[in-house]
């Protein structure tokens, strides 16, 4: 995971919420096939917008991490969600092409 760093219930707030740059959070889970397919397109993007958005992710069956899940309404994964100044600006559910994610952070940048 190039530039993309763990976020967790502890942490959010402050990897999340505050950041001073938008921050793009996927919210996945290790046994999710789907997952596995987006984290290629994240990793290229990561390092595209290096500096200008920020990446995050949150395991879902990490035991705190199932309150954020549930506080962003994560019914299934991957869940991608565009935050910034701590809004929500855009959710994504299930793997996201690169061109839609790319549309998503001009909108935001």
């Known amino acids: ?34 997952c596995k397919a987006q984290t290629p397109i994240l ?17 879902i069956d990490v035991d705190g991490n199932k309150e954020l899940a549930t506080k962003y ?3 299934s994964v991957p869940t991608l969600i565009l935050f910034s100044n701590g809004e929500i600006k855009g959710t994504m559910v299930g793997v996201t092409s690169k061109k839609k994610l790319e549309q998503k952070f001009e909108q935001v940048l």
């Open 1 to 34: 995971m190039a530039n993309i760093e763990a976020a967790t219930n502890d942490d959010f707030e402050k990897t999340v919420i505050q950041a001073e740059i938008p921050v793009l959070v996927d919210f996945f889970a290790d046994w999710c096939a789907p």
């Open 43 to 59: 990793d290229e993007l990561a390092s595209e917008f290096d500096g200008r958005i920020k990446f995050a992710k949150v395991d």
């Open 73 to 75: 309404g994560v019914l």
